[in-house]
């Protein structure tokens, strides 16, 4: 069974930066697809990005790019979501998840594993 972890979040002004971690235990992260999600309040789950399971794609959603980046450390067993120029629209819950698989899913409920979802909230 594989954990994952986020880690990272918290309060941040708008033109922030912050760094969440999607951290695994039990098992390595090699060979998963990672995929970055998020919920805010009374909004249904938006999908972020995703980066392969080897590590040399990555794509985001429109919203975030410029913005944001995915990138994973196979010695560290960890996924990370850099979010820069933050506003106030990025504040929700952010969730990783974890697939055996080349590249993401295209539904979110076909990936395997989910971490418990950390708050970022931007605001001045």
């Known amino acids: 069974q594989l954990h994952l972890v986020e880690s990272g979040g918290g309060l941040v002004q708008p033109g922030g930066s912050l760094r969440l971690s999607c951290a695994a235990s039990?098992?390595?992260?090699?060979?998963?697809?990672v995929g970055w999600f998020r919920q805010a309040p009374g909004k249904e789950r938006e999908g972020i990005g995703c980066?392969?399971?080897?590590?040399?794609?990555?794509n985001l959603t429109d919203s975030v790019k410029g913005r944001f980046a995915i990138s994973r450390d196979y010695a560290e067993n960890t996924v990370y979501l850099e979010m820069n120029i933050l506003k106030p629209e990025d504040t929700a819950v952010y969730y990783c998840?974890?697939?055996?698989?080349?590249?993401?899913?295209?539904?979110?409920?076909?990936?395997?594993?989910w971490g418990q979802g950390t708050q970022v909230t931007v605001s001045s």
């Open positions: 980066i392969s399971g080897s590590g040399r794609r990555t």
């Open positions: 039990e098992f390595a992260l090699t060979g998963y697809a």
């Open positions: 998840a974890a697939d055996y698989a080349s590249w993401c899913p295209k539904s979110s409920s076909a990936f395997e594993y």
